[in-house]
């Protein structure tokens, strides 16, 4: 099969073929050899439908592993115990407690319950804590002083 003579107008109007890259008219995508029996070219929306219906799945195949994965964790209750100066901070010690029937981490928020005005907030992360179960721990934070002040403190859960 030979390539059609293009005359120099027709020339821009053409496109390569999306198999060999021999150029073609726009409105196919594939050239005579290619494409031998003229088989019609899918549709743009055949296309777009296709990807987005795997993008769709892929989407809701995450939402399954997550929803297994994050399973039996939690909900986390957490209290601060003490707040120690050490430093320039203090060594705050954490109580947590884990509902669920799997063990895992999460982070918690510390506040600083004098109000808005201070505006610190502290995140910290905690060790894994067993299903069931209750851990403390302590980690030294800067971001409130060195006075001890009664935090606050939530723990999110997945």
């Known amino acids: 099969m030979t390539t059609p003579n293009l005359a120099p107008t027709d020339a821009a109007q053409t496109h390569a073929c999306v198999r060999c890259g021999r150029p073609v008219q726009l409105h196919v995508a594939l050239c005579e ?9 899918p549709a743009s929306s055949q296309a777009h ?15 399954v592993v997550a929803r ?39 982070n918690c928020v510390l506040t600083d319950p004098r109000g808005p005005i201070t505006g610190h907030v502290v995140r910290v992360q905690t ?24 935090l606050g403190v939530q723990c999110t859960s997945p």
């Open 49 to 63: 439908g296709i990807a987005i219906t795997a993008i769709i799945v892929f989407v809701i195949f995450l939402a």
């Open 68 to 106: 297994v994965t994050l399973a039996g964790l939690g909900p986390f209750t957490a209290t601060v115990v003490d707040a120690v100066p050490t430093g320039p901070g203090l060594t705050v010690t954490i109580e947590i407690s884990n509902a669920g029937t799997r063990a895992g981490k999460t």
């Open 33 to 41: 050899e290619c494409n031998p029996l003229g088989l019609s070219d």
């Open 127 to 150: 060790p894994v804590v067993p299903a069931g179960g209750t851990i403390s721990f302590e980690r030294e934070i800067s971001a409130f002083g060195s006075e001890p002040v009664a």
